[in-house]
């Protein structure tokens, strides 16, 4: 890539409630469409062969929230470039599957895979609706992958609980669900609360007729509980990453003057029993 690519630009943005086919329907768009974009912007942060759960910079190779994956057959949960997947390639465990519902996201992949001679076998798919038999992964990862864009939030955590183990691990990272009532803005004009916590409508960018162009679904601490305990999940930890000294990198909504005192993100430790 050596021409700057360019985002899908929004002729405004709204917070409303959306059907999960119209969601669905935006979110592959706007993701093939943003995907070179995102790798050009983003490539260099979360490296070719790289574990990054969010802008904070949180790195498996020391927070190692997945625990001990040797031998681990591993699903990844909306991979993009599939950089996570790599590096547990690289880390030597048993196997991964990596999937996400952007074609133009496992390209980026696949380009990689030949640059680094690390091969992650991918498959697009939608994680409301998972192509694989029940109970057949030892732990389920997802960085950012999927769970902000899909609306029934509690489906999806049902579907990955029903692939994975007992014994399993589940771990993902989400947009920490109090970053909703401020604007999507990381310096101090980002720092007045605008909405309410408890506003579950979607943050939509929509073209000039209205249709959406790209959406985020807001759920609260409550919410994601909920839907892990009714999938039948245990939560063993949610963590909320500080905001590292040594990190200037400014991602979207994330960066160091808002991170500073309010969390950008949240992740939740999970196990089926
Ligand atoms: C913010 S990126 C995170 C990917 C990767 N971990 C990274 O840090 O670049 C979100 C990814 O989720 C994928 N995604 C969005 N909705 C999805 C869905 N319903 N099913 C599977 N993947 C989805 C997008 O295509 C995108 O690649």
Same mark, same amino acid.
């Given at each position: 890539?050596?021409?700057?690519? /360019?985002?899908?630009?929004?002729?405004?943005?709204?917070?409303?409630?959306m059907t999960t086919e119209e969601s669905a329907t935006a979110g592959r768009?706007?993701?093939?469409?943003?995907?070179?974009?995102?790798?050009? /912007?983003?490539?260099?942060?979360?490296?070719?062969?790289?574990?990054?759960?969010?802008? /904070?910079?949180?790195?498996?190779?020391?927070?190692?929230?997945?625990?001990?994956?040797?031998?681990?057959?591993?699903? /990844?949960?909306?991979?993009?470039?599939g950089?996570?997947?790599?590096?547990?390639?690289?880390?030597?465990?048993?196997?991964?599957?990596?999937?996400?519902?952007?074609?133009?996201?496992?390209?980026h992949s696949r380009r990689i895979d030949e640059q680094t001679g690390l091969r992650v076998p991918t498959v697009q798919a939608d994680v409301q609706r998972l192509p694989f038999a029940d109970a057949s992964f030892d732990v389920a990862f997802s960085a950012f992958g999927a769970f902000p864009f899909v609306p029934a939030a509690e489906a999806a955590l049902a579907?990955?609980?029903?692939?994975?183990?007992p014994g399993g691990r589940f771990v993902f990272s989400v947009t920490h669900p109090i970053r909703w009532c401020f604007p999507d803005d990381p310096t101090e004009h980002g720092m007045t609360l605008r909405q309410s916590y408890f506003d579950r409508r979607a943050y939509v960018e929509e073209d000039e007729h209205g249709r959406a162009l790209y959406?985020?679904?807001?759920?609260?601490?409550?919410?994601?509980?909920?839907?892990?305990?009714?999938?039948?999940l245990v939560v063993r930890d949610m963590v909320e990453p500080e905001w590292p000294e040594d990190n200037d990198q400014v991602w979207g909504g994330w960066g160091p003057v808002r991170g500073r005192v309010l969390p950008g993100t949240a992740i939740f430790?999970?196990?089926r029993p």
């Open positions: 890539m050596n021409e700057e690519p /360019e985002y899908p630009t929004p002729g405004g943005v709204e917070r409303r409630s768009r706007w993701w093939d469409g943003a995907a070179d974009a995102y790798q050009f /912007e983003h490539g260099d942060f979360l490296r070719d062969v790289g574990f990054v759960w969010s802008p /904070e910079g949180v790195d498996e190779a020391r927070a190692r929230l997945l625990g001990d994956v040797a031998g681990a057959r591993i699903l /990844e949960i909306g991979c993009g470039a950089q996570c997947s790599r590096w547990l390639r690289d880390q030597g465990v048993g196997e991964v599957v990596a999937f996400d519902v952007s074609l133009r996201q496992l390209q579907e990955t609980a029903r692939v994975l183990k959406a985020e679904h807001h759920h609260t601490v409550g919410d994601w509980i909920r839907g892990l305990v009714a999938a039948g430790v999970t196990t």
